[in-house]
């Protein structure tokens, strides 16, 4: 026999007392199972977004109150702080990019980036 089987039999045998009782008590039994049900009733939950609102207390959020919620601040703001800072004293190389724009840009003539030495290096070593 399973539970529902069971939990069947025991109601059919109280319904079957019940039918010899007192209307009196029956009356009283029907109100207080009434008030038990009536206050025993689960809260209905409005649907909320995976728990995006869970802990909020219903009179409101102090933002500083929670101490883990400081100590988290504390370390996100610490966090940032070190990452900009070390963000900032990053340096990156110049690409070849950046070197040719700056030589295209400056005032000084072309002839002087041209080193004349060179062209005879490379004459002299392809002699040998």
Do not use: C
């Not at 009782?21 to 009733?41: C, E, G, N, V």
């Not at 102090?62 to 990452?83: G, P, Q």
């Not at 490379?122 to 040998?128: C, L, P, Q, T, V």
């Amino acid at each position: 026999m399973n539970e529902a089987e069971l939990a069947e039999r025991i109601a059919a045998r109280m319904s079957r007392a019940l039918k010899d009782l007192d209307p009196k008590i029956t009356a009283r039994l029907r109100t207080a199972r009434t008030d038990a049900l009536m206050s025993h009733r689960a809260p209905q939950r409005a649907p909320r977004l995976a728990g995006a609102t869970a802990h909020i207390p219903p009179h409101g959020w102090n933002l500083l109150a929670d101490h883990r919620l400081r100590v988290s601040l504390a370390a996100l703001i610490f966090a940032v702080l070190t990452l900009t800072t070390w963000r900032s004293t990053q340096v990156a190389p110049p690409s070849a990019g950046d070197i040719d724009a700056r030589l295209l840009s400056s005032d000084l003539p072309l002839q002087a980036y041209v080193d004349n030495t060179f062209a005879k290096w490379i004459n002299a070593s392809s002699d040998n």
